[in-house]
């Protein structure tokens, strides 16, 4: 297994959603769930300039924090940070890459490895496509 493994998906469209109940549920999702979940996520605070969105994510080993970066590509292309309009939305992308990583653990996708700690994700608004790639980082003594 190399460094980083790319996961790719295509999401629905879907419109914007004032808030997403099910960030909060504790319900199993499948892998493909889990994708459409990040990818619905990240349309629903994408600003309305933005063409691409790209968040860097690294977990804690714990799985109780995670540092997330929040960017977007807009149609000029140029790039730009942006703040999720609420914290709902970190605390479900946060959810969501726990559960994907747990499912990892689970199902022995990790050739004999650690589980993955951090990753990119990045969404093609215009297409729906979600990419998602997992990376092993090192932790650092402090």
Not at 64 to 73: M, Q, R, S, V
Not at 84 to 105: C, F, M, N, Q, T
Request: glycine letters at 8%.
């Amino acid at each position: 297994m190399s460094d980083s493994d790319v996961v790719t998906c295509f999401i629905g469209n879907g419109g914007k959603h004032e808030s997403a109940p099910w960030l909060l549920g504790a319900n199993r999702m499948s892998e493909d769930e889990i994708y459409r979940r990040i990818g619905q996520v990240l349309i629903d605070t994408a600003p309305d300039s933005a063409v691409a969105v790209i968040v860097e994510a690294e977990l804690s080993a714990e799985d109780d924090h995670c540092k997330l970066l929040f960017d977007y590509i807009d149609g000029t292309g140029e790039k730009d940070w942006f703040s999720p309009g609420s914290p709902e939305v970190d605390v479900g992308i946060h959810k969501s890459l726990i559960a994907l990583r747990k499912l990892y653990k689970e199902q022995k996708m990790t050739a004999a490895l650690p589980v993955w700690n951090a990753c990119e994700v990045a969404l093609d608004v215009v297409l729906g496509k979600l990419k998602i790639d997992l990376k092993y980082i090192e932790p650092q003594d402090d």
